[in-house]
C-alpha cells in the first residue's frame, strides 16, 4: 500500500527521470560510451594506418549502440531483481513504487526497437548488433535456468559476462563498415588483444563492485562473501595486471608514446593502491573498490585517445 502511494501523479517521462538519474545516469553512460567508442577508433587507426573521422553516422551509431545496451542491461536486471530488491534495496525507485513494472517494461521495449532501427543498415555489423539482443534476451530469461543462476553467483557472471566481448566485436565492425573493409582485412590479431585488454578492465570492475567489508556483508551475494576479500581483490587485480600487460605489448610494438604508458602505469598503481588500503584495513570507509576500477578503466580508454590526438 505505501508502495502504491508513493507512485507519483504524473507521467511516464517523470516517473523515467527519477529513475534514471538513480539507477542509470545519462550524462555518465553517455560519456563512458563516447570513450569507448573513441578509444577502440583511435586504436583501429593506429593499428591500420587510417584516420577515423571524429563525427560520423558510425561514430554516432557507435555511441548510441552502447549506450542502448548499457541501458537496456540496467532496465532487464530491474526485473529479473525485483525480489531482491524488495528485500534489500526497498529505497530503490521500483520497489519503493516511484516507477513501476510496465514503465520498465515499456521503456526496455522502446530501447529494443531504436536499438534494431539505428544498426539496420549497417552491414556485417546488424548481426552482431541481433546476437547481443538475443543473448541480452536470454540472460533476461536467466538462460531458463532461474533457479540455478540466482543460487550461483559465479555461474551468472560467466554467462552474462559474455555480452562484453560481443559488445567490442561489434563497434570493431562499425569501424570496419565505415571504411568498407571485409572482415578479412582486419588487423584480427591485435584486434582481439585489444578487446580482451578492455573485456579484462571491464570485469574487473565487475568484481571490483560487488566486494566489501565483513562487517558490510548481507543476504545480498558478494564475490568477497564467494572467494573472501582477499581472494576478491586478487581476482580483480589479475585480470587488471592482464589488461596492463597487454597495454605494454602495445607500446613496445606500436612504438606508443611515453605519455601512453605513463597514463596507464598511473591508472594501475591507485588501483593497487587502493586495493592495499582495503586489505590491510577493510572497513566501509575503504570498501568502495569500484571508483578505483573505473579510474584503471578510464586511463586505459584515454591513453588510447590522447595518443590519437597528440602523438600520431
Not at 25 to 39: D, G, I, R, T
Not at 45 to 69: E, I, N, Q, T
Not at 100 to 114: G, K, P, Q, R, T
Not at 231 to 257: E, H, K, N, R
Amino acid at each position: 500500500m505505501k508502495a502504491m502511494l508513493a507512485l507519483p501523479q504524473s507521467g511516464y517521462g517523470h516517473r523515467m527521470k527519477i529513475y534514471l538519474a538513480e539507477m542509470c545516469p545519462l550524462p555518465k553512460h553517455l560519456l563512458a560510451s563516447v570513450l569507448v567508442y573513441f578509444s577502440l577508433s583511435a586504436f583501429i587507426s593506429r593499428v591500420h594506418d587510417v584516420r577515423m573521422p571524429v563525427l560520423s553516422p558510425y561514430s554516432l551509431l557507435g555511441v548510441w549502440s552502447l549506450l542502448a545496451v548499457t541501458l537496456l542491461l540496467r532496465l532487464m536486471d530491474e526485473l529479473k531483481d525485483k525480489d531482491i530488491d524488495r528485500e534489500l534495496f526497498r529505497d530503490r525507485p521500483l520497489p519503493s513504487g516511484r516507477v513501476s513494472e510496465s514503465d520498465i517494461a515499456f521503456s526496455i521495449l522502446a530501447v529494443i526497437v531504436l536499438y534494431i532501427a539505428a544498426n539496420i543498415w549497417t552491414g556485417p555489423a546488424l548481426w552482431i548488433a541481433l546476437l547481443i539482443l538475443g543473448y541480452s534476451l536470454l540472460a533476461f530469461e536467466h538462460f531458463f535456468i532461474p533457479d540455478l543462476l540466482r543460487k550461483n553467483l559465479l555461474l551468472t557472471l560467466a554467462t552474462h559476462n559474455l555480452l562484453v566481448p560481443m559488445v567490442y566485436l561489434h563497434l570493431l565492425a562499425l569501424c570496419s563498415a565505415q571504411f568498407g573493409w571485409g572482415f578479412e582485412e582486419i588487423n584480427w590479431r591485435r584486434a582481439l588483444l585489444l578487446i580482451v585488454m578492455y573485456w579484462a578492465a571491464s570485469f574487473a570492475w565487475e568484481i571490483a563492485r560487488k566486494i566489501r567489508a565483513p562487517e558490510e556483508e548481507n543476504a545480498y551475494v558478494t564475490y568477497s562473501q564467494i572467494f573472501t576479500p582477499l581472494g576478491a581483490v586478487l581476482v580483480a587485480a589479475a585480470a587488471q595486471t592482464a589488461a596492463f600487460v597487454i597495454g605494454l605489448f602495445f607500446y613496445q610494438t606500436l612504438s606508443l608514446s611515453s605519455a601512453y604508458v605513463a597514463i596507464l602505469t598511473v591508472g594501475y598503481g591507485l588501483t593497487l593502491a587502493g586495493y592495499l588500503r582495503f586489505l590491510f584495513k577493510p572497513s566501509p570507509a575503504t570498501s568502495g573498490l569500484k571508483v578505483f576500477a573505473e579510474g584503471f578503466m578510464l586511463c586505459v580508454l584515454m591513453a588510447y585517445i590522447l595518443e590519437d590526438v597528440f602523438f600520431v
